[in-house]
T-cell receptor, first 113, second 111 residues
Framework: DAMVIQNPRYQVTQFGKPVTLSCSQT?????MYWYQQKSSQAPKLLFH???????NEADTPDNFQSRRPNTSFCFLDIRSPGLGDAAMYLC????????????FGPGTRLLVL | RKEVEQDPGPFNVPEGATVAFNCTYS??????FFWYRQDCRKEPKLLMS???SGNEDGRFTAQLNRASQYISLLIRDSKLSDSATYLC????????????FGRGTSLIVHP
């Protein structure tokens, strides 16, 4: 089945140790999003790509970077994770953009020790 | 004023009850509206899109009131399995690719 896949599902890292989260999609959607979600809060958009055009939210910390090497894959790099970065990281796609349904991956739960 | 506002709840209702949630939005140019369901520690999943004429899917009814800038979700005959957080999402306008999420309304259905 076509879907959005995220790996790993759970990631434990040490304070300050770089970590990379990955997302892949078989939907061939143009837009990919990375969200951070903390308990009882709405998903917070970090970045999105329309094709290869990268868009960074103004309040996304520099500690967070992203790469989209091709249509199918997108990566979230956290260069120096802090305790406050512990959260669920959700990848989502949509065909063309924000007026349409988003399809979410199962998320990666990040724990920072 | 937040762009998309929801009462976080929780709404605590017995099985079989009817419950309704509202969501207000601030951008009058918004064109698309959605309700997503999110179970604990899971990803959001589309419950239903909200059309201007209102739409129904089984026990769920969604309505849009453009004049007052709110959308609603009505759940009839609540089931235990309806317990979840319901996220209101307002689609982008003006060529933006960014939808706006509400913080969600928590529903707990008890026996």
């Amino acid at each position: 089945d076509a879907m959005v896949i995220q790996n790993p599902r759970y990631q434990v890292t040490q304070f300050g140790k770089p970590v990379t989260l990955s997302c892949s999609q078989t939907l061939n959607h143009n837009v990919m999003y990375w969200y951070q979600q903390k308990s009882s809060q709405a998903p917070k958009l970090l970045f999105h790509y329309y094709d290869k055009d990268f868009n960074n939210e103004a309040d996304t910390p520099d500690n967070f970077q992203s790469r989209r090497p091709n249509t199918s894959f997108c990566f979230l790099d956290i260069r120096s994770p802090g305790l406050g970065d512990a959260a669920m990281y959700l990848c989502a796609t949509s065909i063309r953009g924000g007026m349409e349904t988003q399809y979410f991956g199962p998320g990666t739960r990040l724990l920072v020790l | 004023r937040k762009e998309v506002e929801q009462d976080p709840g929780p709404f605590n209702v017995p099985e079989g009850a009817t419950v309704a949630f509202n969501c207000t939005y601030s951008n009058s140019a918004s064109q698309s509206f959605f309700w997503y369901r999110q179970d604990c520690r899971k990803e959001p999943k589309l419950l239903m899109s909200v059309y201007s004429s209102g739409n129904e899917d089984g026990r769920f009814t969604a309505q849009l009131n453009r004049a007052s800038q709110y959308i609603s979700l009505l759940i009839r005959d609540s089931k235990l399995s309806d317990s979840a957080t319901y996220l209101c999402v307002v689609g982008a306008s003006g060529g933006s690719y960014i939808p706006t999420f509400g913080r969600g309304t928590s529903l707990i259905v008890h026996p």
